[in-house]
């Protein structure tokens, strides 16, 4: 934990300490980094700063005391190419590292969470009371383990006192939920640097959402602006994100006509003009990127306001 925590605070900017001097010398680091680099590109798997900080751990703990015992219940005949490229890629490093590789790697491709127990264990006491006050307890699978990895992150940072400062800003509604957290957390005796919980805030705005997404179906976009509809990028790009949305278009002129004929037909309706009725959402342009925008914080404002009512 303390080689993880060396790397984590070093940002691999390497300086001439006397902890690098006496007890890295003999470990090329940044062969090791550009070596790792390129074999986790080759696997096209994601790689995190905790992540590398623990593999360039690793190399120092397999020399001093035969490392981890990584090797878990699965088929490892079935990722016998990640071992050949960690024999392609590694083949400057002994074999035993190169083992333990192929055994951490294997555990990241089932989504197994490497956190010791007790971090593991106050992460999900953390969710779970965050899912019971949040209103997510059929919350995806995929979510979770988001939201799992990033607090058990969190509170290894703030156990081991690796404080790292942020510029981070939270609105008044993203405040809401930080409250929720804080409470959680002193019910629980646990305690997390603020810059972290400000970063949990905005995985749970995402979780939220994506867990929301499904009470808005039907959407109708009402245009003032006549050349709308004649915007091929735009209707491409909401085809592209029709999976989660039905999107309608109109002028605005026909809702003006007779607003009764558009009752129930939509889970939301969205207009570029600001003053057409108090149930509709407004933009200020039709860029997809602001559609959807806005729709998200339409589901976010009313799982707050569901939320609040509980």
Request: charged share 25%.
């Amino acid at each position: 934990k303390k080689l993880i925590k060396y790397f984590i605070k070093s940002d691999f900017s390497l300086n001439h300490s006397i902890f690098v001097t006496e007890l890295l010398q003999s470990y090329n680091i940044q062969k090791l980094l550009d070596d790792l680099y390129r074999l986790f590109k080759s696997i096209s798997m994601p790689i995190t700063h905790f992540i590398i900080s623990f593999l360039c751990s690793l190399i120092v703990c397999v020399k001093v005391f035969n490392g981890f015992n990584l090797k878990g219940e699965y088929d490892y005949d079935d990722y016998l190419e990640i071992q050949k490229f960690i024999k392609i890629y590694l083949k400057d490093w002994d074999s035993d590292y190169q083992n333990q590789i192929f055994y951490f790697i294997v555990r990241l491709k089932n989504n197994h969470v490497n956190f010791e127990p007790i971090i593991l264990d106050k992460a999900y006491k953390i969710i779970n009371e965050l899912k019971q006050q949040l209103d997510l307890q059929t919350l995806d699978k995929s979510l979770e383990l988001v939201l799992l990895k990033k607090i058990c992150f969190s509170i290894f940072k703030y156990e081991n006192h690796i404080l790292k400062i942020k510029n981070l800003h939270i609105n008044d509604k993203e405040r809401k939920i930080f409250d929720i957290l804080d409470k959680i957390l002193k019910k629980l005796e646990f305690d997390l640097f603020f810059c972290d919980k400000v970063s949990i805030i905005y995985i749970l705005k995402k979780v939220i959402i994506e867990h929301n997404q499904h009470k808005i179906k039907n959407v109708l976009l009402l245009f003032n602006e006549i050349i709308i509809l004649d915007d091929g990028y735009l209707k491409e790009n909401l085809n592209n994100i029709s999976n989660k949305f039905n999107f309608h278009i109109e002028p605005s002129f026909f809702y003006k006509l007779n607003p009764k004929n558009y009752n129930n037909k939509y889970d939301l309706i969205l207009s570029d003009e600001h003053n057409l009725s108090s149930t509709i959402g407004v933009l200020n342009n039709f860029s997809y990127v602001q559609i959807l925008e806005t729709i998200n914080n339409i589901i976010f404002e009313n799982s707050l306001k569901s939320i609040a009512n509980k």
